[in-house]
């Protein structure tokens, strides 16, 4: 069945680059596009970027200088990496095949 | 980017109640909105895509219409496991974005 599972540091320290992976299962990436959703603690979701099933990108464009998704198919693979992250980068970070399957998400923090 | 204003905040219901929530596109998005449910500690769960495609699973007393810029959800005889935090979101330009959300309570 489709499996997404996002993995990444919990902790990372101001000004430093968050590296998340996206492991997906039960699907190929080169048929689907994957995205990237985040969720500040209590509040809603933000939609970052997709990557899409052709290796195209889109990204939110309030994120677009400071993210970079790529993918590696043969490992079913989709990365997210952040630079400069600030406190307000704190949140759930999740990936989704088109928004219907959706990972668990992954706690980060923002802290020194 | 498009906003998205969803409205109420939140709404308390009580068991059999029918509810609606609104979601209103700063400018019109050809249907291309989907409905989320999300539950403490859960991820968002797809209720309706394309502002009235049911998606598979999901009860038939959710119901999504709407066309241009103003699209609803309605909640038929509400029940104890539709609690949660409903988002709106357009899926015409990127960026994608969302509403804020809107808290649905028994009351």
């Known amino acids: 069945q489709v499996q997404l599972k996002e993995s990444g540091p919990g902790l990372v320290q101001p000004s430093q680059t968050l590296s998340l992976t996206c492991t997906v299962s039960g699907f190929s990436l080169t048929s689907y596009n994957v995205h990237w959703v985040r969720q500040p603690p209590g509040k809603g979701l933000e939609w970052m970027g997709r990557?899409?099933?052709?290796?195209?990108?889109s990204y939110n464009s309030a994120l677009k200088s400071r993210l970079s998704i790529s993918r590696d198919t043969s490992k079913n693979q989709v990365f997210l990496k952040m630079n400069s992250l600030q406190t307000d980068d704190t949140g759930t970070y999740y990936c989704t095949r088109e928004t219907v399957y959706w990972g668990q998400g992954v706690m980060v923090t923002v802290s020194s | 980017d498009i906003q998205m204003t969803q409205s109420p905040h939140s709404l308390s219901a009580s068991l059999g109640e029918t509810v609606s929530i609104e979601c209103l596109a700063s400018e019109g998005i050809s249907n291309y909105l989907a409905w989320y449910q999300q539950k403490p500690g859960k991820s968002p769960q797809l209720l309706i895509y394309y502002a009235s495609s049911l998606q598979d699973g999901v009860p038939s007393r959710f119901s999504g219409s709407g066309s241009g810029t103003q699209y609803s959800l309605k909640i038929s005889n509400m029940q104890p496991e539709d609690e949660g935090v409903y988002y709106c979101q357009q899926g015409y330009k990127y960026p994608y974005t969302f509403g804020a959300g809107t808290k649905l309570e028994l009351k």
């Open positions: 990557m899409r099933y052709n290796g195209d990108t």
